[in-house]
Nanobody, 127 residues
């Protein structure tokens, strides 16, 4: 059974950086598209960034484009989210997710299309 564990969250000042990691166990994620989502209190879970199985395609929410970078390390079965120039509105619980359609070059932005989820890691940005 595939399990995902996020880490790297915490408290950071506005303008700072944070790098989130999501390590998969129980199954390789090398052949699957991956995504990062976030959910603030009282709000829906929103797409942040996604990467295709090959790593050649990425997609970002407009609110984070130019500030966040998604990457993957297949040797480590890990996906990363580098977050720079953080803003208070980036405060949320961040989740990684796996789309289990093999060799998909499509990066979905809809949460319900992802099949496996981590437990989330809290990122709080202070002003």
């Amino acid at each position: 059974q595939l399990q995902l564990v996020e880490s790297g969250g915490g408290l950071v000042q506005a303008g700072g950086s944070r790098r989130l990691s999501c390590v998969a166990s129980g199954h390789t994620i090398n052949n699957y598209a991956l995504g990062w989502f976030r959910q603030a209190p009282g709000k829906e879970r929103d797409f942040v960034a996604g990467i295709s199985w090959s790593g050649r395609s990425t997609d970002y929410a407009s609110s984070v484009k130019g500030r966040f970078t998604i990457s993957r390390d297949n040797a480590k079965n890990t996906v990363f989210l580098q977050m720079d120039n953080l803003k208070p509105e980036d405060t949320a619980v961040y989740y990684c997710a796996v789309d289990d359609r093999r060799y998909s070059s499509v990066v979905f932005v809809t949460a319900r299309l992802y099949d496996y989820w981590g437990q989330g890691t809290q990122v709080t940005v202070s002003s």
